[in-house]
Each structure stands twice: as structure tokens, then as C-alpha cells.
């Protein structure tokens, strides 16, 4: 094999690791009008940079606990505990541009993702 081929396959892998970790990769900061939301920022931090979403929706997300026993623990039921609400809200960047979900538990940016692609 030649140093071209080499060249031209080594190009090629690092594509195709590329699209392959791009596609589960998750945004850890979202720009809007010039700030940056970031994980941790606060609802009204977003607000204040991003403007009202596109969106917003929440759920109870069931809590687990691990009680801990001589053999290793057990898990509570989640119908025993409390649940943690969870909001997420979507922003609409526009046509060819992916809609960017914010995720906030207790309060704070916990995670920022991209959806789907706008048309």
C-alpha cells in the first residue's frame, strides 16, 4: 500500500468515526443572540439569553433508590418515592438548522441537545 492510499483511508476512517460519535454527541452550550446558555444556567439565565422557546414540556421523572443490605441492596419501588420534575424546552433556530432542547432539572440547565432538523 502506498503512502497515498494510507493517506486517503486514514481520511476516511476518521469520517466515518466522526459521523458515527457526531450523531450521538449532545450540545453542552446552546448560542443565542449572541450569549451562551450554558449547562447550569438558571430558567430565567436562558430566558435572558434565548428569548421564550418554541416549546416547552416537563414530566415527573421517577426517582431510584438503593437501600443498602448485607447482600448487595435493594432497589424502593419507584411508585413508593417521589418523583423530580423535569422541564425541556425547545428552541426553533430556523429552516436547515436542528431544534436545540434544554433540559432542566431542580431548577438549573442539567443538559442541552439537538432534535430534529427544521424544515
Known amino acids: 500500500m502506498n503512502t497515498r492510499s494510507l493517506r486517503r ?3 476516511f476512517a476518521a469520517l466515518a468515526v466522526f459521523m458515527v460519535t457526531g450523531v450521538t454527541a449532545h450540545a453542552q452550550s446552546l448560542r443565542c443572540q449572541g450569549a451562551l ?3 447550569g ?3 430565567y439565565a436562558v430566558l435572558q439569553k434565548c428569548g421564550e422557546p418554541a416549546f416547552k414540556d416537563g414530566f415527573c421523572k421517577p426517582l431510584e433508590v438503593w437501600v443498602p443490605t448485607g447482600r ?3 432497589r424502593v419501588p419507584p411508585q413508593a418515592l417521589p418523583c423530580q420534575w423535569v422541564d425541556e424546552w425547545s428552541y426553533n433556530p ?3 438548522y436542528f431544534v436545540a432542547i434544554v433540559r ?3 431548577g438549573a440547565v442539567s443538559g442541552i441537545r439537538t ?3 427544521v424544515r
Open 9 to 11: 483511508s486514514g481520511r
Open 37 to 39: 446558555a450554558e449547562v
Open 41 to 43: 444556567d438558571t430558567k
Open 72 to 74: 448487595g441492596g435493594y
Open 94 to 96: 430556523g429552516p436547515g
Open 104 to 106: 432542566f432539572e431542580s
Open 115 to 117: 432534535g430534529d432538523r
